[in-house]
């Protein structure tokens, strides 16, 4: 049976990994996700990533908000800002149980993969959601002045700060799922899609870990990625905003160059149908279709024609 | 400035404080709390006395449940009781935003004491509220076989085992408040009023740390209790079951003689008028007077009288 393995950061990720999900049985896909942004807030461990691929293959995802969950309520942190505590972070009610449960399970000693897999579990999800490390990554961005923590940056500060550089802390001693090393090997892999996340945020950060970096590079499979750059613009989030603080051209091709040595395959928005040449150029193949996904058509439609192109990919590998 | 402290456990207690409140300023009138009931639970530090005597003088308190906060929603405990978290210790929304915030602030290196000073100020309660040690101490129930936390005993078992001794695990090293015990030496202190609250339960921890149990010994001022048990039947609560369970008299006289030695007054309800001439035999004065606390007026009718007991009692001493 053909393996997959979907490369995640937030909601672009979740978006296509909900796509791959409705053609993809839990034995033919799983998940590698970003836990670069996690931190601990208001004593609770938080794993943006995981829980919003989580809410997203659960079902229970906040359509409106675009960012937690559903049904969501906010009594807790009402009452928790009178009592002096930060509400910058916005904390759902029903959001919270997830932190909750997760911080005390990693206290009893599980190991993150072991909690998430229980918390995807308990939501119905039955893909596995490797994190990228038991340990702690973090990602973190310097400013002209400052060194800010991801959820500073990005939420407390909604992005406005001029990036210059971004560092991923504890990457040197990260700790894989050593179950996660092995499945790069597995003789049934068909592919590793990096969907459309951030790739300087959400995808750089997974990319930090040497032997996830290093299986990637040496996998059999063919990898191919998406841009989440359509027509020069991110399809959501500060991707074009700091592509252009660190100066660089504001192009899916950049994003293409950006994976360079780690993809046999990209994938290209319709209206960016002129790069085509070029990224094949660099011993690149390219597949040109709608990326735009609003609908779960449109998710599903883009996971059936990506999974086409890496079996292609891996007819040319194997042929 | 004439001061008084009222030593609390739970709902009972946080009755009368209401009603001393009422007629004492935040000067003349500082409270004394049960932390025996502190305990961990799913990651957050919860303070049931401390928490009941703060909403019920923030005027938060939950008047149908008799616990908890008023407009208390569950969405948090309905999605924890989801991923596998135990559900038998309610936490409502807004009163987790407390028990995370207390927890946030011990863990930055705040004592017990400094946050609750925190919390009551945040909820608008001005009275100094000391816990009766900053570090832990934790009453704990001996059963026929087994020995169970208070809280396991209380709420999750809802006292259904037969008590057969009560133990305060940590006092021997309890470190109470030092501005506490200074308290008692206070020259203004005009009298202590120990609340009509399980005198097993829920004073006794606060006995059986030696520092404050010296301190009420040796007080200048008068120290009078309120019987919590009233025609042989507690008002609220275990305190007759355990007191049949330890083979002691179901009587108010029975609460009376426990206190031996530390106070001069005791307050009976009028149904108990025929046990005065008893608990006065053993040198300790008696008042008489209805205790039932229903409405706010009789609350703020009893703290009355019991503060001219007091009072009495001090120039009784004084002559």
């Given at each position: 049976?053909k393996k997959?393995?979907a490369?995640?950061?937030?909601?672009?990720?979740?978006?296509?990994?909900?796509?791959?999900?409705?053609?993809?049985?839990?034995?033919?896909?799983?998940?590698?996700?970003?836990?670069?942004d996690?931190?601990?807030h208001?004593?609770?461990?938080?794993?943006?990533?995981?829980?919003?691929?989580?809410?997203?293959?659960?079902?229970?995802?906040?359509?409106?908000?675009g960012?937690?969950?559903?049904?969501?309520?906010?009594?807790?942190?009402?009452?928790?800002?009178?009592?002096?505590?930060?509400?910058?972070?916005?904390?759902?009610d029903?959001?919270?149980?997830?932190?909750?449960?997760?911080?005390?399970?990693?206290?009893?000693?599980q190991?993150?993969?072991?909690?998430?897999a229980?918390?995807?579990?308990?939501?119905?999800?039955?893909y596995?959601?490797?994190?990228?490390?038991?340990?702690?990554?973090?990602?973190?961005?310097?400013?002209?002045?400052?060194?800010?923590?991801?959820?500073?940056?990005?939420?407390?500060?909604?992005?406005?700060?001029?990036?210059?550089?971004i560092?991923?802390?504890?990457?040197?001693q990260?700790q894989?799922?050593?179950?996660?090393?092995?499945?790069?090997?597995?003789?049934?892999?068909?592919?590793?899609?990096i969907?459309?996340?951030?790739?300087?945020?959400?995808?750089?950060?997974?990319?930090?870990?040497k032997?996830i970096?290093?299986?990637?590079?040496?996998?059999?499979?063919?990898?191919?990625?998406?841009?989440?750059?359509?027509n020069g613009?991110?399809?959501?989030?500060?991707?074009?905003?700091?592509?252009?603080?660190?100066?660089?051209?504001?192009?899916?091709?950049?994003?293409?160059?950006?994976?360079?040595?780690?993809?046999?395959?990209f994938?290209?928005?319709?209206?960016?149908?002129?790069?085509v040449?070029?990224?094949?150029?660099?011993?690149?193949?390219?597949?040109?279709?709608?990326?735009?996904?609003?609908?779960?058509?449109?998710?599903?439609?883009?996971?059936?024609?990506?999974?086409?192109?890496?079996?292609?990919?891996?007819?040319?590998?194997?042929?």
């Amino acid at each position: 049976m053909k393996k997959f393995l979907a490369i995640s950061g937030g909601v672009g990720g979740a978006k296509l990994g909900l796509g791959l999900t409705k053609i993809l049985s839990e034995d033919q896909l799983s998940f590698l996700v970003n836990t670069g942004d996690d931190f601990k807030h208001a004593g609770v461990n938080i794993s943006p990533d995981i829980d919003t691929l989580m809410y997203t293959l659960s079902g229970l995802s906040n359509q409106e908000l675009g960012w937690g969950r559903a049904d969501e309520s906010w009594a807790f942190l009402d009452s928790f800002k009178t009592l002096g505590g930060e509400s910058w972070f916005q904390l759902g009610d029903r959001d919270l149980a997830v932190h909750l449960r997760r911080t005390e399970l990693l206290d009893s000693g599980q190991s993150l993969s072991e909690v998430t897999a229980e918390l995807f579990s308990r939501l119905g999800v039955k893909y596995r959601c490797w994190p990228m490390s038991e340990s702690k990554v973090s990602t973190k961005v310097y400013t002209d002045d400052s060194l800010l923590s991801f959820q500073h940056y990005f939420v407390r500060d909604h992005c406005a700060h001029e990036v210059k550089s971004i560092v991923f802390d504890g990457s040197e001693q990260a700790q894989p799922p050593q179950d996660l090393i092995e499945y790069f090997n597995d003789p049934d892999l068909a592919g590793v899609i990096i969907c459309p996340s951030n790739p300087y945020l959400s995808i750089d950060p997974i990319l930090s870990v040497k032997s996830i970096r290093r299986a990637l590079a040496c996998c059999v499979a063919p990898v191919i990625a998406i841009s989440p750059i359509i027509n020069g613009e991110s399809v959501k989030g500060p991707t074009s905003k700091i592509m252009a603080e660190l100066k660089l051209e504001l192009s899916a091709k950049t994003v293409a160059m950006h994976y360079d040595g780690l993809i046999n395959g990209f994938v290209l928005d319709t209206l960016d149908q002129q790069l085509v040449g070029e990224i094949e150029d660099t011993g690149c193949a390219v597949l040109v279709t709608n990326t735009m996904m609003n609908t779960l058509d449109d998710k599903t439609v883009l996971a059936q024609t990506v999974l086409e192109f890496c079996n292609n990919l891996g007819d040319l590998k194997c042929g």
